[in-house]
């Protein structure tokens, strides 16, 4: 399976000439390669993770892709299809497992509403928690997607997720909030705590790829 990484929040994962993609947003250039997909996650209904307009480009060559998200995604799409899933389900979509985990996004703000998030594990390997420190317990993740800067998100918060997880390897994602120095500050403290439980971090940039 190869993961590639887009813009902020969004990757491809590609096996066997099929591709799932996971939390297509506003912050992610207008999606055009989207033959053969198979599926679409969107683990919650902010518009940095999902847009119809996304949702749209990739249905218009891909007719029968299926779209996962919780109820709170399924209930902003209006019409689109949305199958919803909630922590514990499983679900196969060609050669995609994917096991879902949690309920909530992280607080942001005690005036602002929680909305319901799912993080996701991919074929036992890649675990991405939306906007949330979800935990996937009892999975020994070889592939964690880290949260690098968001309204919701403090670095040190960051590390204890890195911690629990316990990755044997990470990249960065949601991190179209920072500067440069951002990136670079929020990278450095990712890695020392993916190394701190003998993990390997990859500074990934949208457009890289990593084998899984």
């Not at 994962?13 to 599926?39: R, W």
């Amino acid at each position: 399976m190869r993961l590639t990484k887009l813009e902020h929040a969004s990757l491809i994962l590609e096996d066997s000439g099929k591709k799932l993609f996971l939390d297509p947003g506003s912050f992610t250039t207008a999606i055009t390669e989207a033959a053969q997909t198979v599926a679409i996650v969107i683990t919650h209904e902010h518009p940095d993770h999902w847009t119809p307009e996304q949702i749209d480009r990739i249905l218009a060559k891909n007719p029968d892709a299926r779209i996962f998200g919780p109820a709170g995604v399924q209930a902003a799409a209006g019409a689109l299809p949305v199958e919803v899933v909630k922590a514990g389900d499983e679900v196969e979509v060609g050669p995609f497992t994917l096991q879902f985990f949690g309920e909530k996004h992280a607080v942001i703000h005690q005036s602002i509403p929680v909305v319901d998030n799912v993080g996701v594990l991919v074929n036992g390997s890649l675990y991405y928690g939306g906007d949330s420190y979800t935990v996937p317990e009892g999975v020994d993740v070889d592939v964690h997607a880290v949260p690098a800067g968001a309204p919701w998100l403090k670095i040190g918060d960051v590390m204890d997720f890195v911690f629990a997880v316990k990755p044997r390897r990470s990249f960065p994602t949601h991190e179209m909030t920072l500067s440069k120095a951002g990136k670079d500050m929020s990278n450095a403290r990712i890695k020392w705590a993916t190394e701190q439980g003998g993990g390997e971090f990859f500074p990934l940039v949208p457009g890289d790829t990593l084998d899984i």
